[in-house]
């Protein structure tokens, strides 16, 4: 009984930190870093008691599992494939949840996958990775469905001259706003630039991995080319995706139904 009640609580603190952090993330876009100071060591505390007390033989595969997907985590963050609030949040999941509660669950897939056993948080990325990329799928219909209303090109200039997979990026993964709603709302990121605006043919051309730290001058740029007539007034941007959101929905699936990735693995199998 007390096994449980440890697992409960766990799974419990676990849902309460991500849901806070997903909200954050969602209305500012940042998570302060008090969430995970209070969050790691509680989750580690819970985690570390119940395998002391009833399963001391799982503390090493804890220690392997937590090393693994921090370094999973760091090299995501520095591959610029996920931002600090992300990785803080797969590491404090690897303290809370290195394996699959099932002392406490049963997945609606009707087993648990041998990732979901020994690196739960992994499952748990993944989920949040396919739930993201169907957004893309979102993105490209609202893309199509505006060059069919609006009969605008979708590229204009230099951009035309991108390479398909970038186009295709850009169609994935943004869509046309107009710059004062870039000015506004700062969590939007510009997927294009515009250089030598004062010559007479200046270079337009898309962007795939904004930077925080650019997006002001390239905000600038757009709206000085607008102003000189050069470009149109709306312009490629990308909402920026609260990954923490698709994280936590990951974590519900993964717990609820089990791993995504091995049932799609067993379906084209034929198991």
């Known amino acids: 009984m007390m096994y449980q009640v440890f697992v ?7 849902m309460a930190f991500l849901f806070y952090a997903s909200w954050s993330d969602y209305k500012k876009r940042e998570v302060s870093n008090s969430v995970w100071i209070l969050f790691a060591p509680l989750a580690f505390a819970l985690t570390f008691s119940e395998f002391f007390l009833f399963d001391f ?16 985590a760091t090299i995501l963050f520095y591959a610029g494939g996920f931002g600090g609030a992300d990785a ?13 509660p099932s002392e406490l669950l049963k997945p609606l897939m009707g087993e648990t996958s041998p990732i979901m056993e020994m690196f739960f948080p992994v499952t748990v990325f993944s989920n949040s990775v396919i739930l993201a990329a169907l957004t893309a ?21 230099d951009q035309r001259k991108a390479s398909i997979g970038k186009r295709l990026l850009v169609l994935a993964t943004g869509y046309k706003v107009h ?12 997927l294009e630039d515009v250089e030598n ?5 200046p270079k337009r051309r ?26 149109q007034e709306k312009v490629w941007a990308t909402p920026g995706l609260p990954m923490l959101i698709f994280m936590t929905a990951g ?19 034929g198991r």
């Open 206 to 231: 898309l962007l795939v991995l904004p930077k925080d730290e650019e997006r002001e001058g390239i905000v600038k740029r757009l709206e000085s080319a607008i102003e000189a007539g050069i470009i």
């Open 179 to 190: 710059i004062k709603k870039l000015k506004e709302e700062w969590h939007i990121y510009p």
């Open 8 to 14: 409960a609580a766990r799974v419990t603190v676990c």
């Open 251 to 269: 974590l519900i699936l993964a717990l609820i139904y089990g791993d995504i990735v091995w049932a799609l693995v067993r379906f084209f199998m």
């Open 57 to 72: 033989e799982a503390l090493p595969f804890y220690g392997l599992c937590f090393a693994l997907t921090s370094i999973f």
């Open 197 to 201: 605006i004062k010559e007479s043919e």
């Open 137 to 157: 799928v979102y993105l490209l219909f609202h893309n199509l469905l505006w060059r069919i209303k609006t009969g605008c090109p979708l590229f204009e200039g």
């Open 88 to 100: 803080k949040a797969l590491m404090c999941l690897a303290l809370a949840l290195p394996f699959y």
